[in-house]
């Protein structure tokens, strides 16, 4: 009876950890935990608005970019990009990952 509470446990744990990563990003700007993500307004060099996102996670940033562009359907392109995380690197050694993107195509 206690092994099958626990399996219980662990499974509503683990699926509450899988919603958690699959999670849309916040469409606003500013900090997201979800997606370990922070976005900003910015002018970008040819004077046109852009936005930048810093992010910590493998799938932050692009998470947050549709997120942040769901008014043109999630389509956004990148102006620049930095650092960009992949499964199992060091962060600490890479550094922090940043985009910049404009919404739309």
């Known amino acids: 009876m206690a092994l099958r509470s626990t399996v219980s446990w662990i499974l509503i744990a683990g699926i509450a950890g899988l919603l958690a ?36 996670t493998p799938g932050g940033c692009q998470s947050r970019a549709v997120a942040v562009c769901n008014r043109t359907g999630g389509e956004y392109s990148v102006l620049k990009m930095e650092n960009m995380p992949t499964r199992g690197d060091m962060s600490e050694i890479r550094g922090p990952a940043s985009v910049v993107i404009r919404c739309g195509k």
Not at 25 to 45: F, M, N, R
């Open 21 to 56: 990563a699959c999670s849309v990003g916040k469409s606003s700007l500013g900090d997201d935990p979800a997606t370990e993500s922070q976005a900003l307004a910015v002018t970008w060099t040819d004077g046109q608005p852009a936005i930048s996102i810093d992010c910590k």
